[in-house]
């Protein structure tokens, strides 16, 4: 923008220098020492057509410190479209659209969730160990994608398919060499919910010993760019991510419900005298529901790596929400970790459209809370009788 | 066919509640226990049944020894059980926890459902309900019916019974009869003595952890020391 | 077992205790100068640790190479710093005091140090933090113990909000940590940024711990700015992919970035794909970090990648050393004491052979280490520092485009 | 390697603030799990509430430092009756997450950019323990026996923290011999049992929930006084883990369980951290471990120390192997 | 035997009975307890709808009906364990409805589970001592002050080791109640409701699981509860029990109260005996009588089974 005149004035009223940008739209001012100065753009010289963007500020106060440039901008827009904050112009977004974005993450987020929240609640279901080295499952799956898509360089798809075999092998051998061992011995559920956080703590500094204390991606679909649907912008990753978890949600559910395993499962969880009295192999039971458990597990880390990054306490940060979502959906309830795990992923992201961002666990915290207050035994959960 | 010597058993470390009991069953006999409460008649049977681990002695089944062996392993060697307590699964409803008792044999659970609620109608009606929220005494049938969906060479039955009206415990005692004329060997624990007793072949009774008598039922019914110690005289003669 | 704490609390009459600072016997010159590190191991600012474990190993073999101080080696203790979940920290002061530390580099995190200033001050140790930008230590209380070679926030944050605006950014997001530091800096560039006539359109704080970015993302988009200054550190990693997937790419929003999160990202396997930071540019405290100096801190951990606060560490070490040269004594007060002379007005050198041998001969130094010119001022803050801008190619690396001194004050 | 000063500093450790911290964090989770049955996962945010009380009324308001105490005090009791109120009539394991829940909330408002004019953001607050170590009644020196002492500082700090602990102890041990204790341990096997008998459960849990509640307190009273420094990340979730591990070693139920548990889990993590870190600045270790990375190996053997105290005697230090027989599934 | 000292107070409820309608609802001269319209669903089933019912004071009332018609769920309405859909009940003339239980059980209404709930690591001894009443030593403050509830504890200690006695589990008394068997809790169960002293006890099949020898001696001590003025409710499948004790028999069936009456009348009333007693009740049979129902039980179930086919 060129003649545009612009007069500096220092602290104490003395007028410094003035000037006239140049073709660039450029202009400099030297000034004597360091100190406050005010800037002032004479509107008049502006071109017609052209106007301030903040038209109250055509003047401005400038702290110039020893030895720097300063630079100052006056903001510049076609005259007619004056004053205020700038609008939705290009890809800005209304509001509505955040809210539509949001729900779509939520959901993103929530059936992540889930898939870990199965994992645990199927764990927690049939032996009623709180396990609070489930995190790590969702780590250690996440970190063997890492490894075989990353180190070994195989296409993340093969390396998550051979991950969740391994994470489902894990799953099997923690229980067949630890927690089997463990239940076998007699051990009390808080005492082996006490042996899950020791084992958890291990899990982790294993983890951070050999991955490094940075986070890293994947080395396929990393920052794929977003395309736009209607009003949310996605990558496609996270549509394939979105139909995998519902489909292995809704078949382990369905399994859970269905099937004469998951059945016996639920059978397991609650009377595991009579479940073997009626001819059920406990332990096999339980190994199995570890093996998919841990299967599961791994999944939804790699889900998690995929959207996030792979780190050590990538598994552990999210643990808190896989607990509320299972609470919140009703302990021990086969659909009860998804529904309340969307409710969960949406109530942190729908809720920053009030609270400050820093603050959206608060809000499906609260929501949690909340719930419970009203039905204290989760949204698909029953009652116990009494007597 | 069953037998059991010598029995030590408990469950606190150090602290035997069967001291030495002992016991056989011929094939297709009913066996009644009874026995003052505590005596250690329902850690018999959770003893044979491999719930509690045995410190010494042998359970034998078939010649075979099964000391310590799982209790699902003994039911696919055909030995069925009902607890006394504790004997539903709470979650899953009646129709399902029907099917936990066919486990083994999922094939036939259409069949031996229906004959589960020929003898327990209410169940049929309520199939859909979770065991959870059932009377006591719809439990114990469910209990009863569960064990019953298979169809076990043994049956140990603890109390079945308890808790059931007048009319359902007399279907119980004689559907017991009736399975054991089928050619299943039927061990059962009851407090409904005197209805034990006349029904069942011979009849053992436990104190302490010990066999303090044995012998027919009907002989134990008439015997005055059994009367005065554990039958009471309540129930008209 | 209730109690023991008061019954063996019987004095054990020791070292008549100056009055104003009591130094217990720990810190008391035993003439080894012990360099403790109160660096992360553990905890989320763990991926911090290596440059910064570095940069003292490197800066203690070179001590030692000229012959150590007072005529002895110097020892190096390592400790965990964790974060501030753990009580780490703590503890590991705790050993450092009892094996007689007289200097204790750290911590990194600027809320872990806030949490034994007090403990490691008090025993009259220096800590000299090779890290903590809050602007919390200025004034604090610390008895003259306490020094920091990393400039606090002010001046970087003037320089970024400086540069966005020189790039023609009227409209600024800002995603800053929320943390001393990303607070801190997010401040320093809004102030900047809208003294200079620009405007901070959005600024979301976001929670490191948070499960995901998209919400934080999705608040600045709403708000359309021109730039993005991304304040944070390895956080960064998630929100750049958030940023390309909302449509947010370096090609429609200008993206800025700190000293926290300025890593080589590359094109590689664990990197972005090629072009995803063309463009973007990034402010970094000190002075370039050459090569050679690189290759020296590689030398001492070959993993090594990133090297932030390597620098820094390095020369929060030689400095303490040369102060305990120059003060002829390893107690922590007479190092203190020494700190701003030998790092301000005086004939420049720049490593510590050549420094000793100058201060051997008598001269008054000022010695200019690896992260710029270090020059304390009275509250123990750099006065001065450098600020280099970088812009990152389409291969997601960064290059220096300028250097920026200045003084902090004013 | 310099056994002396890692003998020293894990001595040193098993009666330091830390333990003391630890210790009555643990006897509140004690009072309110080990004899109430009630799963309070939010023991940190009583000490957080507790502390922040505190300073934030000396060093954000200027106040004195005993209305200090009492803000924190009374904070710690509202904060349990908030908490107790929808959560108590939960079942203990949705209880569990809940008081989780509850407890991050607090943490993450403590640490908000919003309030940090208030709480000071993750930074914390500073500046408010001049009036505690006023009273100081050691003067300056050092006290203790031989090596093993501390400045005068840490040796008030400790004798303040282990008059409590004793205090505390004796509190507990006094209620759980009375028929309250009684109530409170009946209402953790089965609370309609005692509803039947005419006991009001919820007034009892809330009892417990605020007593427990209060003893925690008085370890955030004392963290952030010795360390004269709170921050919001100290009174994490984990911070709660860890005051259960300890009542779980010591043994649930027990008296002196916390005080012990707490102690053996700070000469643990010293211990394991300090042989550490001479080891392999000594050399002693592969090379596989550095300073870069031991720290990790260190939280490594203590999670693996953890399990195997546990595993290997599953009722704790004082606990009663029959009363674990009861619960095995 | 007791049966003669008992005569007082049971000639007392006989006659308060003697001249009562047999119909359900129907008022009673002196009713300790009053119900008016109690009415629970679970979904589409109606667990409890009772329109009216008295329990007569200073009586023993038995409440037998078949499984699930509903007995226990009503006993959970009246006190306090589950909240009713519509209705009100009086105790004393104190309404009651929306009364948490501790309440209840404070107004002298106190009831059992039919599935036991011992306090498992609590001693025998202990869970006795719990269900005192009034307790100092229960006060949080007074609780510090060992001094100022010492005697009365060793007060209750001392009752408790009589009822103990009486339930023969004075063996047991330091052991967990949690190592009891079966029937050992029901009893435990039922000298902890008593410890309470209440006016009024509901036994939720106290006698389901125990010894027949025990259950005869502990008739005795129901018995002497009716003497020392405690009004008793129970419910029972036991018709030797009920027969035995009761003066009064309410039978529900699907949630309502179908007949009321003295245990004579009442089994004979050919709807209860449809209903729930069955065709065989009257204990006991011969072993050939047994053998003649077993065979018309098969033919019947035969032709059923002939009939599907
Ligand atoms: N889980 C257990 N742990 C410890 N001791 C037990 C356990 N179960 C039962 N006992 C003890 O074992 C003894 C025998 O119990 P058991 O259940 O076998 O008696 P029972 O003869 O079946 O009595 P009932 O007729 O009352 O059912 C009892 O004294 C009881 O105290
Ligand atoms: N929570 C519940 N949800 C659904 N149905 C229930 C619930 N509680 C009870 N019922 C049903 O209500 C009916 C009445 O149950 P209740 O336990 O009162 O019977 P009852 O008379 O005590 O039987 P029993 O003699 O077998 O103990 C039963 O059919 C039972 O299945
Ligand atoms: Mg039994
Ligand atoms: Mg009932």
Redesign the pocket.
């Known amino acids: 923008m060129n003649g545009v005149k612009i007069s500096v004035v220092a602290e104490d009223g003395k007028p410094v220098d003035d000037a006239t940008s140049g073709a660039d739209g450029k202009w400099e001012v030297p000034v004597p020492k360091a100190g406050k100065y005010k800037v002032t753009l004479d509107t008049s010289t502006l071109p017609a057509g052209v106007a301030l963007k903040f038209q109250n500020r055509s003047t401005l106060d400038v702290q110039v410190y020893d030895g720097s440039v300063r630079n100052v901008l006056f903001a510049l827009v076609p005259a007619g479209a004056k004053g205020g904050a700038a609008p939705a112009d290009d890809g800005g977004t209304s509001f509505w659209d955040r809210v539509a974005q949001l729900t779509f993450e939520g959901f993103n987020l929530g059936l992540i969730i889930a898939l870990a929240a199965m994992g645990l609640s199927l764990v927690f279901g049939t032996t009623g160990l709180t396990n609070f080295a489930h995190g790590e499952l969702l780590t250690f799956g996440a970190m063997c994608a890492y490894f075989f898509n990353v180190v070994v360089g195989v296409h993340l798809v093969w390396a998550a398919l051979i991950s969740v075999v391994i994470g489902g092998i894990f799953g099997y051998g923690q229980d067949r060499f630890f927690w089997g061992r463990l239940r076998r011995r007699g051990s009390s559920l808080v005492a082996m919910m006490i042996i899950s956080i020791g084992l958890a703590l291990f899990l982790r500094y294993v983890f951070l010993f050999f991955f490094g204390g940075e986070g890293a991606p994947y080395a396929d679909y990393n920052a794929q760019p977003g395309i736009q649907v209607g009003p949310i912008s996605a990558a496609p990753k996270n549509f394939v991510a979105m139909g995998i978890e519902l489909l292995v949600l809704v078949i382990v559910g369905l399994a859970l419900l269905k099937t004469r395993i998951g059945k016996a499962a639920r059978a397991v969880a609650d009377n595991p005298a009579l479940a073997a009295s009626s001819g059920i192999n406990v332990d096999r039971v339980i190994r199995i529901i570890w093996t998919v458990g841990g299967a599961i597990a791994s999944l939804a880390g790699i889900m998690l790596g995929l959207s996030q990054n792979v780190s050590y306490q990538m598994g552990f940060q999210i643990l808190l929400l896989v607990f509320a979502g299972v609470t919140l959906g009703g302990l021990g309830t086969a659909f009860g970790a998804l529904v309340g795990s969307i409710v969960v992923g949406l109530f942190i992201q729908l809720s920053t459209v009030v609270v400050p961002t820093e603050l959206k666990t608060v809000g499906a915290l609260l929501v949690l809370i909340l719930v419970m207050l009203f039905r204290p035994q989760g949204i698909l959960g029953r ?1 116990e ?1 009494i ?1 | 066919m069953l037998r059991a010597d010598e029995l030590y058993a408990g469950y606190i470390p150090g602290v035997n509640i069967l001291n030495g009991t002992d016991l056989y069953v011929k094939k297709g006999e009913l066996i009644g226990i009874i026995g003052p409460n505590g005596a250690g008649k329902s850690t018999l049977l959770k003893t044979l049944f491999g719930l509690v681990p045995v410190r010494s002695g042998s359970v034998t089944l078939d010649g075979e020894d099964i000391t310590n062996l799982k209790a699902h392993a003994l039911v696919s060697r055909g030995v069925g059980y009902v607890p006394q307590t504790n004997n539903v699964f709470p979650s899953l409803t009646i129709e399902e926890n029907l099917e936990m008792g066919a486990f083994q044999v999922p094939g036939r659970f259409k069949e031996r459902f229906e004959f589960v609620c020929e003898i327990f109608p209410a169940l049929r009606e ?1 199939r859909k ?2 065991a959870g ?8 049938m469910v209990a009863m019916g569960r064990a019953l969906m298979t169809e076990p060479s043994v049956l140990l039955l603890d109390e079945p019974s308890a ?3 007048p009319k359902l415990q007399d279907l119980v005692f004689i559907q017991a009869q009736q399975i054991n004329k089928a050619g299943v060997t039927v061990i059962m624990v009851e407090q409904n003595a005197r209805r034990c007793l006349q029904i069942c072949h011979r009849g053992y009774v436990l104190d302490q952890g010990r066999n303090a008598y044995m012998a027919s039922g009907r002989d134990l019914i008439n015997d005055p020391k059994v009367i005065q110690l554990y039958l009471g005289t309540l129930a008209r003669a | 077992a209730c109690g023991g704490g008061e019954d063996s609390a019987a004095p054990s009459a020791s070292a008549p205790a100056p009055a104003a600072s009591s130094a217990p016997a720990a810190a008391q010159g035993d003439g080894v100068l012990t360099i403790g590190t109160l660096l992360p191991q553990t905890g989320s600012l763990a991926f911090l640790g290596p440059p910064e474990f570095a940069g003292v190993k490197l800066a203690v073999k070179e001590i030692n190479d000229a012959g150590g101080v007072l005529g002895k080696p110097v020892t190096e203790i390592d400790t965990d710093s964790g974060d501030t979940s753990t009580n780490i920290a703590s503890q590991s002061v705790d050993k450092l005091l009892q094996q007689k530390a007289d200097v204790v580099v750290g911590a990194a995190s600027s809320s872990v140090s806030l949490s034994v200033i007090d403990k490691i001050t008090g025993a009259g140790v220096v800590q000299i933090s090779p890290a903590n930008t809050s602007d919390q230590f200025t004034t604090y209380d610390d008895k003259g113990l306490y020094f920091r070679t990393a400039p606090p926030d002010v001046l970087q944050g003037r320089v970024l909000g400086d540069l966005i605006l020189a790039d023609g950014n009227d409209t600024v997001g800002i995603l800053a940590l929320q943390d001393a530091y990303g607070t801190g800096l997010a401040d320093n560039v809004q102030k900047a940024v809208e003294g200079g006539g620009g405007e901070v359109v959005e600024k979301v704080i976001y929670d490191p711990k948070a499960a995901d970015y998209s919400a934080d993302v999705a608040k600045i988009k709403e708000k359309n700015p021109k730039a993005v200054a991304l304040i944070g550190f390895d956080e960064t990693k998630k929100i750049v992919p958030e940023l390309v997937k909302q449509g947010l790419t370096a090609k429609k929003v200008k993206y800025y970035f700190v000293d926290g999160n300025l890593s080589n990202y590359g094109t590689g396997k664990d990197g972005f794909p090629k072009g995803t930071l063309d463009g973007a540019k990034g402010t970094q405290p000190g002075a370039q970090v050459s090569d050679d100096f690189k290759e020296k801190l590689k030398s001492v951990d070959p993993k090594l990648k990133d090297f932030n606060y390597g620098p820094e560490s390095y020369d929060a070490t030689i400095v303490t050393a040369l102060a305990a040269l120059a003060a002829k004594s390893d107690v922590g007060k007479d190092i203190a004491a020494k700190l701003k002379d030998v790092s301000s007005g005086g004939e420049k050198c720049k490593d510590f052979k050549s420094c000793a041998d100058m201060l051997a001969a008598g001269k008054d130094i000022d010695y200019d280490g690896a992260s710029g010119p270090i020059e304390f001022n009275d509250a123990g803050d750099p006065a001065e520092a450098t600020i280099g801008v970088y812009e990152y190619g389409a291969d997601n690396n960064n290059k220096n485009v300028a250097f920026n001194t200045g003084k902090i004050a004013g | 390697m310099d056994w002396n000063a890692i003998l020293i500093t894990t001595v040193k450790a098993s009666i330091g603030l830390e333990t003391v911290v630890y210790a009555l964090a643990a006897i509140g989770v004690n009072i309110q799990f080990g004899y109430a049955g009630l799963l309070n996962f939010g023991q940190a945010a009583f000490l957080g509430v507790a502390a922040y009380g505190m300073a934030v009324t000396v060093a954000t308001f200027h106040l004195p430092f005993w209305l200090g105490i009492a803000i924190g005090l009374a904070a710690t009791v509202v904060l349990a009756f908030l908490l107790g109120i929808p959560t108590l009539r939960l079942r203990a394991d949705y209880l569990a997450i809940v008081t989780i829940a509850a407890a991050e909330i607090v943490r993450l408002v403590f640490r908000s950019v919003k309030f940090s004019s208030v709480f000071g953001g993750s930074d914390g607050r500073q500046n408010f323990s001049g009036d505690f170590f006023a009273m100081n009644p050691y003067s300056p020196g050092t006290y203790g026996i031989g090596p093993i002492s501390f400045n005068e500082r840490v040796t008030w700090i400790l004798t303040v923290g282990w008059v409590l602990i004793a205090i505390c102890c004796g509190l507990v041990y006094l209620l759980m011999k009375s028929p309250w204790g009684r109530v409170l341990k009946a209402i953790r096997e089965d609370e309609d049992a005692v509803r039947s008998l005419g006991k009001n459960v919820f007034s009892y849990k809330m009892q417990a929930l605020v007593l427990g509640g209060l003893v925690g307190c008085l370890g955030g009273f004392l963290f952030a006084l010795g360390q004269a420094s709170v921050q919001p990340d100290l009174f994490s979730t984990e911070f709660t883990f860890y005051a259960y591990t300890i009542v779980i070693l010591g043994g649930a139920a027990r008296v002196f369980s916390p005080v012990v548990g707490a102690a053996i889990f700070w000469v643990l993590l010293v211990f394991v951290g300090n042989t550490l870190s001479e080891a392999v600045s000594a050399g002693m270790l592969p090379s596989l471990f550095t300073v870069n990375n031991i720290g990790a190996v260190r939280f490594m053997l203590v999670g693996l120390g953890l399990m195997l105290l546990l595993i290997f005697r599953p009722q704790g230090i004082f606990g009663d192997k029959r009363e674990i027989a009861l619960d095995a599934r | 035997m007791h049966a003669d000292s008992t005569t007082t107070r049971k000639a007392a409820a006989l006659a308060a009975f003697a001249d009562l309608d047999r119909e359900p609802g129907v008022a009673k001269p002196d009713p300790i307890l009053v119900v008016d319209n109690v009415v629970r669903r ?2 589409g ?1 109606t ?2 709808d009772v329109a009216h019912l008295e329990i007569q004071r200073g009586s023993i009332t038995a409440l037998i ?10 006993f ?1 309405q009246l006190t306090g364990f589950d909240s009713a859909d519509e209705g009100s009940w009086a105790f004393n003339g104190k309404q009651l409805k929306g009364v948490p239980a501790h309440r209840v059980a404070r107004t002298g209404m106190v009831r059992t589970f ?1 599935l036991t709930k011992a306090l498992s690591k609590l001693t025998v001894m202990e869970n006795m001592r719990l269900g005192a009443q009034n307790q100092r030593g229960e006060n949080f403050f007074r609780a510090l002050v060992p001094g100022s509830w010492r005697r009365q504890e060793d007060e209750i200690t001392e009752r408790a080791e009589e009822l103990l006695e009486r339930f023969k589990l004075n063996t047991k008394r330091d052991d967990f109640a949690g190592s009891l068997s079966g029937g050992q809790r029901k009893l435990l169960e039922m000298a902890r409701a008593l410890m309470v002293g209440p006016e009024l006890v509901m036994l ?2 106290p006698m389901a699981g125990v010894n027949p020898a025990l259950t005869q001696s502990l008739l005795a001590h129901v018995k002497d509860l009716r003497e020392e003025g405690m009004t008793v409710l129970f ?1 029972e ?1 036991d018709m030797d029990m009920v027969r035995d004790i009761s003066d009064w028999v309410v039978v ?1 069936a699907q ?1 309502a109260v179908i007949a009321e009456g003295p245990p004579d009348t009442i089994m004979s009333d050919q709807r209860v005996v449809d209903a729930y007693l069955g065709a065989h009740h009257d204990a006991p049979m011969s072993a050939e009588e047994f053998e003649e129902q077993l065979q018309e039980a098969e033919a019947e179930l035969e032709a059923e089974i002939e009939e599907k086919a």
């Open positions: 009652r009788r007597g | 309520r309900q979770r929220s059932l009377s006591g005494g719809e439990r114990q808790g059931l009206s | 679970f979904g089933l667990a409890v009906g078949p499984n699930g018609a509903g007995k226990t769920t009503f959970n039919q939720d099949e419910v499948h529900m949630g």
